[in-house]
């Protein structure tokens, strides 16, 4: 997977502050909050990138510092709110604002109510749904004091459409996290706070290397089945969400405000 994100230069996020969770990838490649987070920095923004792996968050910073760009990598469990708060802080202290919230962590547990585990579950729900609320629990009132903020919360297709795998925990958690969102557009849309979701589908990210290749023969059936359910021929990648993410935080987006936007070639209209 390249780097399709365009050269520097942007200046659609000029002078704010973007806080990125998962910024950091466990491997090679290119995966959405990673591409995010760099072209968040591409577009002007001084970037806090955010993983619960404090080397992977390093290698994203570095990659902005090293076109140029303002990054700060901090270690952080979402499920801990402590450390939440910290990252919040360290925004803070450093940059005296935040103007941008992506929550871009996630994972997939395989398996319906009768095969997953309790822990999965309560994992599952913490990780990709508590996660959110923590963030916002610790950001929004920075935001608030500033009167301005926009938030980005990666959903899934999932959360709305069958997508072809047994994972209930990640439906419900998905589906939550939408309605979770649309809440806070509504809540604080008077408070110059705006929150949408982007609804990845059918990508071709390093996860479903690692989440999705069990459900398959091999990793080249899996590559070859996602492509020809895409409704385009082809998987999206990170850039596509990254994109979007981009947009969504602009100014660009001042009126858009509670929505659940599909990044899926189309895929969402479909049937199967």
Known sequence: MTDQAGSPGSDRLKGRVAVVMGAGLSGPGWGNGKATAVLFARAGA??????????????????IKGEGGTALAVACD?????QVKAVAESALSHWRRIDVLHNNVGIAEMGGPIELS?????????????????????????MLEQGSGAIVNVSSIAAIRWS????????ASKGALNQFTCGLAIQYAQQGIRANVIMPGLMDTPLIRQQIVGQYENEEEMLRARHEKSPTGRMGDAWDVAHAALFLASDEARYINGVCLPVDGGHHLKMA
């Open 118 to 142: 309790e822990e999965k579950w309560h994992r599952v729900m913490d990780i990709n749904l508590t996660g959110a609320f923590l963030t916002c629990k610790h950001v929004l009132p920075i």
């Open 46 to 63: 001084r970037v806090l990138c955010g993983d619960i792996n404090l080397a992977a968050a390093e290698e994203t910073a570095g990659i």
């Open 78 to 82: 979402v499920t801990k709110s402590a």
């Open 164 to 171: 072809g795998y047994p994972y209930a925990s990640y439906y």
